[in-house]
T-cell receptor, first 112, second 113 residues
Framework: EAQVTQNPRYLITVTGKKLTVTCSQN?????MSWYRQDPGLGLRQIYY???????DKGDVPEGYKVSRKEKRNFPLILESPSPNQTSLYFC???????????FGPGTRLTVL | DAKTTQPTSMDCAEGRAANLPCNHS???????VYWYRQIHSQGPQYIIH???NNETNEMASLIITEDRKSSTLILPHATLRDTAVYYC??????????????FGQGTELSVKP
């Protein structure tokens, strides 16, 4: 089954404690993205990757890092989380054949 | 990317067709109309997309007006599980920023028994 998985699904942490949210897709897609969703602001792209070792900033990259060492994985790293990064995060991968985006189930992060 | 306008909310009776409108009067010739939905805090789910011809798949139908300035997503037999926020997105079939989608506020569809 084609899917995008994220872990953890829920996380409560404290300011400054480094964390990583993992994302994996089994569809061999080249393009992957991270979005965050906040009330009243919709989904906003954080970072994206167009292939292995090719990443670039989206619209709201401050405070985040990503890496793409292999095609299937695209982890999101918060080196020093702050309360304003409390949000619902989605990873997505894109099929260039069908022009369809597949989203993961989401990670709800709370930074205290 | 062209701007879209959707009603904030709509109700639909279970078993009836749900018709969700979207205005995109500034759409360009190379821009497609995409529909995604998000069921309460789950990841958005692709529904359908089209350029100018009407499209149908197992989930829904997409009707695009001849001038392409508006479209309607049709869920032919709505069920309670179709209760969700529905997003109409317009963009060209190019992969700037990794295929970024710009989500507006969408239409909150409530399917009622």
């Amino acid at each position: 089954e084609a899917q995008v998985t994220q872990n953890p699904r829920y996380l409560i942490t404290v300011t400054g404690k480094k964390l990583t949210v993992t994302c994996s897709q089994n569809m061999n897609h080249e393009y992957m993205s991270w979005y965050r969703q906040d009330p009243g602001l919709g989904l906003r792209q954080i970072y994206y990757s167009m292939n292995v070792e090719v990443t670039d900033k989206g619209d709201v990259p401050e405070g985040y890092k990503v890496s793409r060492k292999e095609k299937r994985n695209f982890p999101l790293i918060l080196e020093s989380p702050s309360p304003n990064q409390t949000s619902l995060y989605f990873c997505a991968s894109v099929s260039r054949i069908t022009d369809t985006q597949y989203f993961g189930p989401g990670t709800r992060l709370t930074v205290l | 990317d062209a701007k879209t306008t959707q009603p904030t909310s709509m109700d639909c009776a279970e078993g009836r067709a749900a018709n969700l409108p979207c205005n995109h009067s500034t759409i360009s010739g190379n821009e497609y109309v995409y529909w995604y939905r998000q069921i309460h805090s789950q990841g958005p789910q692709y529904i359908i997309h089209g350029l100018k011809n009407n499209e149908t798949n197992e989930m829904a139908s997409l009707i695009i007006t001849e001038d392409r300035k508006s479209s309607t997503l049709i869920l032919p037999h709505a069920t309670l599980r179709d209760t969700a926020v529905y997003y109409c997105i317009v963009r060209a079939l190019i992969y700037n920023q990794g295929g970024k989608l710009i989500f507006g506020q969408g239409t909150e569809l409530s399917v009622k028994p």
